[in-house]
């Protein structure tokens, strides 16, 4: 009897054990870093993804309709190619920039010290925490720029499916015709002026709005700014989490204190 009251008491000091070990790694999960991390690569996914397939959409959109001679848009084919490329090289920095994020998030909790021994920190070590935090806040600034920017072509693209959706809505006895409300999209300044036909009117411009490029170009600029826009938040919950961290290492390392943020 004693033997088995023995065992039951070893079994459940065990599953105690495990219970304050999950607790304990549990509640040192730097969960600001985590949630901004995922949101962060959701964000720049959806922003290139999105982008890069509506920039060739673009394109398509321009030679079919507004631009029959390619020496027109050469310059505007040269920089959507461009922004192509710049496109992958955000993708990678971003992943690999979110990943240092989080790992310098989890290197900045409680759970180091208690998995590891004392926890001390370096000149060396504040100097990159405040590294993360310059870099964070000017990367937080430019997605503000990209942000912005990504509105543009969601504007250009809602004015034209506005203007196609009046062409729709005309009634039968109506003294204006089709045929005399156009867009002209070298107003917007991607084409020079001299590009023909520069514009589309009437039917011409409703079959344009019926295409799958134009469709599928608008919904997905519209996913790229929200995406655009997710990324901005990410970086602002990126820039509270490293200054909290960099706040915490810098005034509160002589008191052996680190932070779960």
């Known amino acids: 009897m004693e033997t088995a009251a023995e065992e039951n008491t070893e079994q459940s000091q065990e599953k105690k054990g495990c219970f304050e070990c999950c607790i304990k790694c549990l509640g040192g999960v730097p969960?600001?870093?985590l949630v901004a991390t995922i949101l962060c690569f959701s964000g720049v996914a959806l922003f290139c993804g999105c982008g890069h397939v509506a920039l060739a959409g673009t394109i398509s959109i321009l030679e079919q309709s507004f631009s029959t001679n390619v020496t027109d848009h050469a310059l505007l084919s040269e920089v959507i190619k461009l922004m192509q490329y710049v496109i992958y090289?955000?993708?990678s920095f971003f992943f690999l920039y979110g990943i240092i994020l989080l790992a310098e998030g989890f290197y900045t909790t409680s759970a180091v010290k208690e998995l590891h021994g004392e926890f001390k920190t370096t000149i060396c070590g504040r100097c990159i925490s405040g590294m993360f935090v310059f870099l964070t806040y000017v990367l937080g600034v430019a997605w503000l720029g990209?942000?912005?920017f990504s509105a543009v072509p969601v504007f250009m693209f809602y004015n034209i499916w506005s203007t196609c959706e009046v062409i729709r809505s005309l009634p039968g006895n109506m003294t204006t015709s089709a045929d005399q409300i156009c867009v002209d999209i070298r107003q917007y300044g991607i084409i020079p002026w001299n590009a023909v036909p520069g514009k589309a009117c009437g039917s011409a411009l409703a079959d344009m709005c019926n295409t799958p490029e134009f469709y599928l170009s608008y919904h997905l600029f519209i996913v790229a700014c929200?995406?655009?826009?997710?990324?901005?938040i990410a970086l602002l919950i990126y820039m509270m989490a490293t200054t909290y961290n960099y706040a915490v290492l810098k005034f509160k390392s002589r008191e052996d204190c680190c932070t779960k943020f």
């Open 146 to 148: 990209v942000f912005g």
């Open 31 to 33: 969960y600001a870093s």
């Open 226 to 232: 929200a995406g655009a826009g997710a990324t901005v």
């Open 89 to 91: 090289g955000i993708a």
